[in-house]
């Protein structure tokens, strides 16, 4: 069974702080996708990277993919209380199918 | 633009009821899935169809069914529900397979007691 393995499971911080959600796996991704969940709600894609070594941007959201494509992270800068949700990473092992992370819960305080 | 549309939005049965949770998008998706969200396992694929017609199995597709009535509808059947059912079932669709961006509905949040 592959694995997708997500830290830290839970985020507790100050509005105006930094942050890190790391994704990891043994094997290799041929792409992978970050999503947010919201309470009651199903998840939204926020980015997919598929080079390794890639950097995308979304506002104060950065996502990275390792160099080797087992790993990927997700940087927010000055989190805001927007920003809580449910943080999902979801890889694709060259299979149509994804395999999802277990989650990074974040909540941010005003 | 309604994008995936699921219902009902809540549901709870007793072990052994059966129920069909119902899934429809209008986005001309050829691809739609089933998952089910647990604490702590994220979500995990149940039943999937790549196109109108073809249906295949997931991860987790014991206790389930699963009809592709149309490109636009895809449904979900529990014949007889067991309390390891009680989940947040979710649909979604994409264009292509899931490797590009999968639109999801709200949920049906599932207790079997």
């Known amino acids: 069974t592959q694995l997708l393995e997500q830290s830290p499971q839970f985020l507790s911080i100050q509005e105006g702080e930094n942050l890190t959600v790391y994704c990891n796996s043994s094997s290799v991704f041929s792409s992978l996708q970050w999503y947010r969940q919201e309470p009651g709600e199903g998840p939204v894609l926020l980015v997919t990277v598929v080079t390794g070594g890639e950097v995308k941007k979304l506002k104060r959201l950065t996502f990275q993919f390792g160099d080797a494509r087992k790993d990927s992270s997700l940087h927010i800068t000055a989190a805001q209380p927007g920003d809580t949700g449910l943080y999902l990473c979801a890889g694709s092992y060259n299979t149509d199918k994804l395999i999802f992370g277990t989650g990074t819960r974040l909540q941010v305080f005003p | 633009n309604a994008g995936v549309t699921q219902t009902p939005k809540f549901q709870v049965l007793k072990t052994g009821q059966s129920m069909t949770l119902q899934c429809a998008q209008d986005m001309n998706h050829n691809s739609m899935y089933w998952y089910r969200q647990d604490p702590g396992m994220g979500l995990r694929l149940i039943y999937y169809s790549a196109s109108e017609g073809t249906t295949d199995k997931g991860e987790v597709p014991n206790g389930y069914n699963v009809s592709r009535l149309n490109k636009r509808e895809f449904s979900l059947r529990l014949e007889s529900a067991a309390p390891s059912q009680t989940s947040v079932y979710f649909c979604?669709?994409?264009?292509?397979?899931?490797?590009?961006?999968?639109?999801f509905g709200s949920g049906t949040q599932l207790s079997v007691l």
């Open positions: 979604a669709s994409s264009f292509g397979d899931s490797r590009e961006k999968l639109f």
